[in-house]
């Protein structure tokens, strides 16, 4: 069988592409000679795996998606208080290219032209190499292939930059640039030119899907509280100003670009990339826009659609051994917060008495740290009751797991190997 | 085993009881004789389990909490598109009880009071029922117990509605309001009179947190749309001014009530509600906004904490049946877009050939509308691929369902039943 | 000779009366029933010659028109500062009927309604007569005859009061109003109602125009300062929104009413009053704003058109008297700081000695306190230099007159009778 | 005598002197390094007599007080309406360097930097000039001798000019500037760093209190309408953000610059200045706006204590000749509208006959376009009544002056030559 998702993404592109409305940015000469035409459309599961269908191979400039990415990267490296001190995080009621300052003086938010210049002249010295391709560097590592600079439409706008200098020369005069502003907006113009395709995109929207884990290698690219930041910073500040509307009508924290791109990325569950570019009076585009408001109504993909996953964590319960004295809990999934609380709720029914309860983490993929706590206390409580706690942990995700009363665990390698072990002991006791 | 969830939340209260800064609400006289001491916290799972603390059987008036409940009684009742014709969706950077209205002269959202008392006003005649009566009854279902009015409160405030009084005078003006202003106002004091206690709240908030369907009673009171809406106006809306802020540190959905109440809604996960009568300069309650921020913070609840539940669809695979020729797929948990993109890919592996598939949905709790399109559609596919299908759905969960080519599904009740019967026919065969 | 006057006013009305653009105001049903055909046009001299055509007895209300009066009468009752307490003078940048207070919780200025509803409750209580009685009463005594109110008008603005009754609450909310709003907002549309023609309303502007001083009784019936405050405030706050545009092509303190009545101050110099009731979106009337801007345009009716006056104060200076030994200067027209400073520097060719010097005050119309002064401090140098002083002034305008240096003057009643005196005693000498 | 002037003026910085407040300008190195306790005054009566104390010799940079005479310049060199489509008139509500274009991308005023700068790049090219020297020529026209620039003010402001720099970006994005903004802020910062004493500020003032000619040459510099244009502003714009307050108690359009300079223009009347580097925090000498406030108050110095002038027209009337058959008015001071109409209302009582009537109007200083209008009306009235009319007016100020019905006036050098003529015709008649 060949899944039907890439047929779905095709009657969708297909459905938009009669919408030939909008016009193509004019304002950057070189973008002006875009092929009117393009149209692709792309997404990424939370694990990994892309679908991608029309222009996909087709590269275009990152623009001001480039805005979510080098925030995350500087986020990472300087935290998020020293960020905030030197831009904000509220929706501004403005154009994408707007001149305007909190009350404050910091820009208010990262996602409007100041907001963006800022944060790309926070953008540490590494290695002696420029702002830019230190971003460069930075998406590559998160699309998984070596990025370029578009040469030429980065000297077609650094050449009529009129609005980012005037952004600029502003944010120097508040002192919240603190070195020539000419140099930092070209590096934010350098960093705009980075080249992508819908591809290269979904999969960096990946990372912020799966909470700053890279789901192809494993690898660990953002912190937790980085990606929540971005993604908190795309839903309210991302798409123009109704940010209430969009919130309420589409439910995914995006990002658009002038280039006629636009990615969203609803956490937990997908990645989502469109190409097309002709744009709305927002700088939007046009079909983007369609794509994704049609992902949504028809996906159920949208924030407030909240999953109740917290009945899955226990995969399977038994009793084993002799008198079935062996109590055993297979477990399956996310340990978050929700599932922690079922799964507590559900060892309150072991009976107080000093059986055995093995408890087999094998096939949890992600332990939260609430999820660990929470997980954690409880142990205490059954040991305190009088049970002994086994735990099947091959992966050592408890690793420096002591109880909150400071117990050593038992952990071992094999679910079956142990009930083995335990059933050999019984059987050598009788 | 006591699930230690209890003494968590009981620790919560414990830590934000020390501070004692705010002051009670000053402008209605009756609130300001309220015990400053109050202090209550429950927490509702998504599926009805609720757990709480302190004071939690003090009932104070519900204020600006019903604001999103009176909003999700109109929006069921009207539908969005009629309720969006009257008031916006937008963050109105003001504080709770401001005037001012958008450039469509409409309110800016239903949570300030120019949109609350708008919102009031659309409520549809039932029985003769005065319109604070149809909205008590409302709650009344959702909380599962008969509230009250305080009519104390009502008096109190009704005597110094002057703010109240204004706005619905401004709202007639501009035809917003079609009667009388002073009756809608009175009407929409006396909604806020109503009596709960955070158990109420939180249980009310479950009905959010599940989608529309009341946890403890399995009934739907109000359509996934409906909830969409209200939380994402919750979300954009709720909290004072500073949206992007509360969106980013907090991430939760929430309402407060200047009688110190505050409800917060995680879709899917969790609702939560807090009380203390102190208030901030907002009017939100001091230890209730710190509260929330704990939980936040130290449990995970945040919007953007994405889990990644995808992996969990499936419960088990296994080929039984001679030669192996009968794949037997278990199902578990909720089927939405991204669990059936992720069943689908697993059906990708099945070989194209003649054998026999069962899949089990027994254990799947929700099918949302796209989860059942997409897998019908693999189910076409796999038929088309020569296929045998057969599904186990004993509570009918695809009752009308004919695949996307118009096949009639071979539904049973009980997998073993199923997988018997085909051993059993197999060996005849043979 | 006829003065050419009329038909000048004449004419301009005739020129106006083509545009028949703009509509009733039909938010007051009894207005959207005036006829629209009416045009008047009145002017009345600094000194209180009126001249008027067309409907120029037809009366009509007097509505926003009554602001500026208002205010100064309480301006007058309390001063300056108490009523700034209350109600700012910044420019609003709002419609008449917005609702928007200040930073400080005051209506911005007197000419908006918010404004003009405080104003209207700081008319402090007089023989138990209502408000808008005590304000009928002043306005009687400016137009120089008795007004009365429109009673229908009245009753029919006081039923749709809406948007009066909303700012009404709101001032009420802050604290700005202290009592009842509803009773003060009926009180403010009683004083609204009150009948005028457009000679009443320039008659009642020569006061202003006059620095406070009825024209034709030569009473004062307001300070000067409290005038100053009333025409600034015209000036910035009267005429929408457009404040510099007004100034810079108008140039004329000025308020409109939504009955099609505009009344224009110009100090020193004029009042205007047109009216015709088709208004235009802004509320002025159409016509109305047509010809102020034709008479400032075409009669030089600017305030920034001033007049070089100060060479006119010495009517005459001649020697006479034996060996020309009596220096007599006859003034005329206005002791202000202008022309006192060219008096004074035509004194200092007087040379050191001691002659006599006549100074003949009687042609001298308005003396200012600073001219004053400055008089008398000239009269001191003199003196100091040598000379002996007379003074003509059969007015005693100079009554309290002693010099700066206390010296009591020698205040005469008829020039041609003091240099009589003189030429004798003279003779007599030799 | 002394004229007591000078130690009024003396007396007034010396009360003024006390209040050491504020601070020298910090954002332009070479300010901050001013003389703190410089205090000067100076002030021109409207025929030009400069009156000053303090240290009214020391030159300090014009600053933003360069602004109005820019404005002048260009609306004289390229009309209003030009300039209006490229700057705007109503207040900002801003303070003086803030950021921030209307509607219509327009600057809202030319006292904003933002409008200054649009300002100077209309200044048309003369003689390959650069538009700044073109400025110092045109103010040192104003000033009566030659100006020079403090090229180091230039150097240091050029070096730090971020926010002008930010501005000219912005303008440019707009294209309210069309060409490179770099040169543009450049030369209105060498416009803002000409060399004044408050001696030269007041006679440049003059200029304008004077309408348009300098009272020290007679000649004609600016057009009437554009001083009205310039003043109107001034006063709507010119003083930081408060335009209704200042406006009402100070009543006089002023500007000030940042070296501490502040200059105010009451038209017709006088011109002021002040100079005392340290600065309020809008940016304004702290002494400067107190001089102005005490001269407005202790002077009579506010635009609304409107002088009743019109009384003086007819310096005198007699009859004379054989049966006081001619019928002689001496006329004197300014020829407006207020004054025509006196004029023309006293030459009512002339009775229908033939007699002759000689006008004398070698006394008038300035004849008004509407003055001259009415008056030959008027003239034509009487002529139609059946007089003859004989005028006296040997500068030929009615030079083109034909009536309205074409007459061709008989116009005389000298009254008494012309009424001995007359005279001498009688006696011959007889």
């Given at each position: 069988?060949?899944?039907?998702?890439?047929?779905?993404?095709?009657?969708?592109?297909?459905?938009?592409?009669?919408?030939?409305?909008?016009?193509?940015?004019?304002?950057?000469?070189?973008?002006?000679n875009?092929?009117?035409?393009?149209?692709?459309?792309?997404?990424?599961?939370?694990?990994?795996?892309?679908?991608?269908?029309?222009?996909?191979?087709?590269?275009?400039?990152?623009?001001?998606?480039?805005?979510?990415?080098?925030?995350?990267?500087?986020?990472?490296?300087?935290?998020?208080?020293?960020?905030?001190?030197?831009?904000?995080?509220?929706?501004?009621?403005?154009?994408f290219?707007?001149?305007?300052?909190?009350?404050?003086?910091?820009?208010?938010?990262?996602?409007?032209?100041?907001?963006?210049?800022t944060?790309?002249?926070?953008?540490?010295?590494?290695?002696?190499?420029?702002?830019?391709?230190?971003?460069?560097?930075?998406?590559?590592?998160?699309?998984?292939?070596?990025?370029?600079?578009?040469?030429?439409?980065?000297?077609?706008?650094?050449k009529?930059?009129?609005?980012?200098?005037?952004?600029?020369?502003?944010?120097?005069?508040?002192?919240?640039?603190?070195?020539?502003?000419?140099?930092?907006?070209?590096?934010?113009?350098r960093?705009?030119?980075?080249?992508?395709?819908v591809?290269?995109?979904?999969?960096?929207?990946?990372?912020?899907?799966?909470?700053?884990?890279?789901?192809?290698?494993?690898?660990?690219?953002?912190?937790?509280?980085?990606?929540?930041?971005?993604?908190?910073?795309m839903?309210?500040?991302?798409?123009?100003?109704?940010?209430?509307?969009?919130?309420?009508?589409?439910?995914?924290?995006?990002?658009s670009?002038?280039?006629?791109?636009?990615?969203g990325?609803?956490?937990?569950?997908?990645?989502?990339?469109?190409?097309?570019?002709?744009?709305?009076?927002?700088g939007?585009?046009?079909?983007?826009?369609?794509?994704?408001?049609?992902?949504?109504?028809?996906?159920?993909?949208?924030?407030?659609?909240?999953?109740?996953?917290?009945?899955?964590?226990?995969?399977?319960?038994?009793?084993?051994?002799?008198?079935?004295?062996l109590?055993?809990?297979?477990?399956?999934?996310?340990?978050?917060?929700?599932?922690?609380?079922?799964?507590?709720?559900?060892?309150?029914?072991?009976?107080?008495?000093?059986?055995?309860?093995?408890?087999?983490?094998?096939?949890?993929?992600?332990?939260?740290?609430?999820?660990?706590?929470?997980?954690?206390?409880?142990?205490?409580?059954?040991?305190?009751?009088?049970?002994t706690?086994?735990?099947?942990?091959?992966e050592?995700?408890?690793?420096?797991?002591?109880?909150?009363?400071?117990?050593?665990?038992?952990?071992?390698?094999?679910?079956e190997?142990?009930?083995?072990?335990?059933?050999?002991?019984?059987?050598?006791?009788?």
């Amino acid at each position: 069988m060949q899944t039907p998702l890439p047929d779905y993404l095709a009657h969708v592109i297909e459905a938009c592409d009669i919408d030939n409305s909008g016009h193509l940015a004019d304002y950057i000469p070189e973008l002006a000679n875009a092929n009117p035409n393009r149209l692709a459309l792309a997404m990424s599961t939370v694990d990994g795996e892309i679908y991608s269908v029309g222009d996909d191979d087709i590269e275009f400039t990152i623009q001001s998606m480039s805005k979510p990415f080098t925030y995350a990267y500087v986020l990472q490296q300087l935290g998020i208080d020293a960020v905030l001190d030197k831009v904000g995080v509220e929706p501004s009621g403005e154009a994408f290219n707007e001149i305007s300052l909190g009350k404050d003086r910091r820009p208010k938010n990262p996602m409007i032209n100041s907001g963006a210049i800022t944060t790309h002249s926070l953008i540490p010295m590494k290695d002696d190499l420029e702002s830019a391709e230190i971003v460069r560097q930075f998406m590559s590592a998160l699309a998984g292939r070596e990025l370029r600079f578009d040469e030429a439409v980065y000297a077609s706008e650094v050449k009529t930059a009129y609005r980012n200098l005037s952004i600029g020369y502003m944010l120097r005069t508040v002192g919240i640039l603190e070195t020539d502003p000419v140099d930092i907006v070209n590096g934010y113009i350098r960093q705009c030119s980075i080249l992508v395709t819908v591809k290269d995109l979904v999969r960096m929207g990946s990372v912020l899907a799966n909470g700053g884990v890279d789901p192809k290698t494993g690898k660990r690219l953002l912190n937790r509280s980085v990606v929540r930041q971005v993604l908190s910073v795309m839903m309210s500040c991302g798409m123009y100003d109704a940010a209430g509307d969009w919130l309420s009508t589409v439910g995914i924290p995006a990002k658009s670009g002038v280039a006629g791109g636009i990615l969203g990325v609803l956490p937990g569950q997908v990645s989502i990339a469109a190409f097309s570019p002709k744009l709305d009076e927002h700088g939007n585009s046009v079909r983007g826009i369609d794509i994704l408001e049609r992902l949504s109504r028809d996906m159920g993909l949208h924030l407030m659609e909240g999953t109740p996953s917290a009945q899955t964590i226990v995969q399977s319960h038994y009793r084993t051994g002799k008198d079935a004295s062996l109590s055993v809990y297979v477990l399956r999934g996310v340990l978050k917060f929700t599932e922690a609380e079922m799964l507590l709720r559900i060892l309150q029914a072991e009976p107080m008495d000093q059986s055995t309860i093995v408890i087999d983490l094998t096939q949890i993929s992600i332990i939260h740290d609430v999820g660990k706590r929470m997980f954690l206390e409880g142990i205490d409580r059954l040991i305190d009751d009088g049970h002994t706690l086994l735990l099947v942990d091959p992966e050592q995700r408890l690793d420096h797991a002591r109880t909150h009363k400071d117990r050593t665990l038992h952990v071992y390698q094999d679910i079956e190997d142990l009930i083995a072990q335990l059933k050999d002991a019984e059987n050598k006791k009788v």
